[in-house]
């Protein structure tokens, strides 16, 4: 199952808030991670594609059947939430048949369709307990069993694990990701993780102030950023402004520095990104693009130190990330300064 959606704008009434224009398709099987700061739009656009708001210009459509018009039952969609939405006054196993039941299957039939999706999710042996005798991760994977029970058209997943705790989450994520997949589930994510999100999709969605950003591979959206807003809220970074000085030449104000300025035009104005892992610690005295300076703050993480080092001029200093701070001076490879027009 494939799920389009075309220009999709929607306004809450009576507001400017909502969607503008949002066109992504999720190819069969795909998990696409919808990311954006707060209020951006991430919940407004899971509603309109399970049905739960309705009202908008454009088309959804699933495997190109246009479901704008179709009541939420009949979408065929199964959605997971933050809060488990489990009932808590019927077993696990009953929690996961629900859907089977509104559908008119028999008793025999939905109650061994349950328990092996509870077997799937590994929890087969807990079918006859109350869900409340569970715990979070445990009744998040009741949830998405009882999504999957009714094999869904799409899978809809609403920052399924921000409810839990860390430890529980990093397992869950890899579980959720292999069960997505052997499904083969066409899936929407939201979450404001964006760690989760790049270790979980195949394509990540940004959006902000309801309209589309960018849609990409989590490699692209983290190397190749369309933007600054994509690039300040995917990972972390050191964004300068820079003028085009040559072909292959920056000027930062403080420093020339060698960089792929592409087709720009001498004196044309550009955001330059810079990742903490690309910045290289105390280079040789020849090196390209040595900046001298000293480091400041440094929050050590184990096996990486991230610290700041600041160059005089630059204006703030650059976030770097070694196995060691630089003690004089950083080098940054020409093809780790990548420039942004917008
Ligand atoms: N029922 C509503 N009526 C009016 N405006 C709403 C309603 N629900 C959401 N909004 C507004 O629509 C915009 C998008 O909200 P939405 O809940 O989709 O954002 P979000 O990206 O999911 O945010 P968060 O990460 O905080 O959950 C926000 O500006 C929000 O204030």
Do not use: C, W
Not at 6 to 28: A, C, I
Not at 47 to 64: C, F
């Amino acid at each position: 199952m494939s799920l389009l959606l075309d220009k999709v704008s929607y306004n809450y009434p009576g507001s400017t808030h909502g969607l503008h224009e949002v066109s992504l398709d999720v190819r069969t099987g795909e998990l696409v991670a919808v990311i954006g700061p707060s209020g951006s739009g991430k919940s407004t656009l899971l509603k309109l594609v399970s049905g739960l708001e309705t009202g908008h210009t454009g088309r959804i459509a699933l495997d190109g059947e246009d479901m704008s018009r179709t009541p939420v039952h009949q979408r065929h969609i199964g959605m997971v939430f933050q809060s488990y939405a489990l009932f808590p006054h019927l077993s696990v196993l009953d929690n996961v048949a629900y859907g089977l039941k509104l559908r008119k299957v028999a008793t025999a039939e939905r109650h061994r369709r349950a328990q092996e999706l509870l077997d799937i999710v590994g929890l087969g042996e807990f079918s006859r307990r109350a869900v409340a005798q569970l715990s979070g991760g445990q009744q998040q994977r009741v949830a998405l069993a009882r999504a999957l029970a009714i094999d869904p058209r799409a899978l809809l997943l609403d920052e399924p694990l921000s409810a839990l705790d860390a430890s529980v989450r990093g397992h869950l994520r890899d579980q959720i990701r292999a069960i997505q997949q052997r499904f083969n589930a066409t899936t929407l994510l939201v979450t404001h993780d964006q760690e989760e999100a790049l270790a979980m999709a195949d394509r990540v969605a940004m959006l902000k102030d309801g309209r589309l950003l960018q849609i990409a591979t989590p490699r692209d959206i983290y190397e190749n950023p369309a933007s600054r807003a994509v690039a300040e809220f995917v990972g972390l970074s050191t964004i300068l402004p820079a003028k085009v000085a040559a072909p292959g030449r920056l000027d930062m104000g403080f420093a020339e520095l060698f960089a792929d300025t592409g087709r720009r035009a001498f004196g044309t104005e550009v955001q330059v990104l810079v990742r903490p892992e690309h910045i290289r610690p105390d280079p040789a005295a020849d090196a390209v693009n040595r900046l001298a300076g000293r480091t400041g703050a440094q929050r050590y993480l184990g096996a990486l130190t991230r610290y700041d080092f600041e160059v005089p001029g630059a204006g703030k200093p650059f976030l770097a990330e070694s196995s060691r701070p630089a003690a004089e001076a950083i080098a940054i490879a020409p093809e780790h300064l990548r420039l942004l027009d917008h």
